[in-house]
Structures are given as C-alpha cells and as structure tokens.
C-alpha cells in the first residue's frame, strides 16, 4: 500500500527558547528554559546534560541546581569587623503532567535548601540582616531542609486546586530570589510581613487565572 498525499502541514519546530507546543490544551505551568547554547551563551553552567537536560525539559521535567558562596564583612562602624564565609545550596524539581503525558493540567513542585557557615549579619548593627539568602532555610542554622513540595491540579485553564507546602516569599520580578539579584533584606522582603508569616508553611487553596496576565492564589494556612 502506498501513503496517500495529504494537504496538511506538519507542526512547525519550536525557534531556538521556545517551548514545544502544547498537546494537552493547557499552557506550560513550569517556566521554560532552554538550555542549549555554548558556554558564554546558555543559562546554566551545565547546559543540557548532553541532550538530556533538554529532552526532559521539553518533556515538562526541569531539574535545577544552584550554589552561593559570599564572602561578606563589615568594614568600617557597626559592632564588629569580622569577615565571615557562607554557603549555600539549592535543589529544586518541577514536573508539568500534561507536557509529561501523564495527565493534563497536574503541576508538582518540590524544593530543597541547606546553609553552612558564618555570616556578617550580626556585626553590622543593621535592624536588617544585609545578607537575605542566609535566612533560608532556618536563620542562623546550618542544615538541609525540604522548603517546599506541593501539588497543583487545574480543573480548566481558568480555575485550580492546590496543597502541600511553600514557600513564603515575596514574589515579584523586582526581588524574589535572592540568589540572583539583591543582597539586603530591605530590596527582598516587607520587615512586617517577615514577623507574622513564616519563611515555609503548609497549606491548600485555590488558583484563579482570570486573564493570562493575572493569576490569583488564595491559601488557607
């Protein structure tokens, strides 16, 4: 037997940072990244894994990995001028079910820290520690903890249900993560908002997406 002709075209490739288009109806509930690209080029230190990274990724499977290292001191007034050394690491897993063909609309989260070592927090006399990403997981402890793993299922594009644990943080593209853009905790975090709710916390609520641009969360704590 031989094909038929058809008319149709296929399915165009994705441009070079676009994600692979959608099969199950429902748009990417991870953020995306490609990466691909040489060493000056790509997002990540690792890039792809070779293949590998990316095909997971387009699979709706992202694997991220992140160490900090700050050396810090208070050179001149505060309450001392010791240089203290800090380390950080943070392990992170989210999986897009629909992308993954296992079901559509289902988005885990997980993700894990640990800190070690002395900050320069304590020597300078601020009212705010000038270093944020030290506050995390536990101030003032080394260890390793499990921040957050939580389940999101969406019922529709519009309208989802949500339980586990999270994270707290302020997020806003302004500040966000502190282990990519601002060092004091007066650029990262309300000082009242850090003194009534914790760094981590369990929860369930419901996701409202009223418009692409706008998505509403409210928890239950």
């Not at 609309?105 to 070592?117: D, I, N, V, Y």
């Amino acid at each position: 037997a031989r094909a038929q002709p058809t008319d149709e075209e296929p399915p165009a490739a994705p441009k070079a940072g676009e994600p692979p288009a959608s099969a199950d109806g429902m748009p990417w509930l991870i953020p995306y990244t490609d990466y691909r690209g040489d060493l000056w080029s790509r997002g990540t230190l690792t890039g792809e894994w070779a293949g590998t990274r990316q095909r997971l990724m387009d699979k709706g499977v992202r694997f991220d990995l992140s160490v900090l290292q700050t050396v810090q001191g208070n050179v001149k007034g505060g309450k001392d001028n010791k240089t203290g050394f800090t380390g950080g690491l943070d392990l992170g897993f989210q999986l897009d079910t629909g992308k993954a063909d296992l079901w559509p609309g289902g988005m885990l989260k997980l993700k894990a820290e640990g800190r070690w070592g002395t900050d320069a927090n304590a020597g300078t006399g601020t009212l705010l520690p000038v270093n944020f990403e030290t506050l995390f997981p536990v101030p003032g402890e080394d260890t390793f903890q499990l921040s957050e793993l939580n389940y999101t299922q969406f019922l529709s594009t519009w309208i989802g249900v949500t339980l586990g644990k999270y994270s707290m943080r302020d997020a806003n593209v302004f500040a966000h993560d502190e282990t990519e853009q601002f060092m004091n905790t007066a650029f990262n975090l309300n000082p009242v908002v850090g003194t009534t709710i914790p760094l981590s916390a369990l929860g369930a609520g419901v996701v409202l997406v009223p418009a692409p641009w706008l998505t509403v969360i409210t928890l239950a704590l």
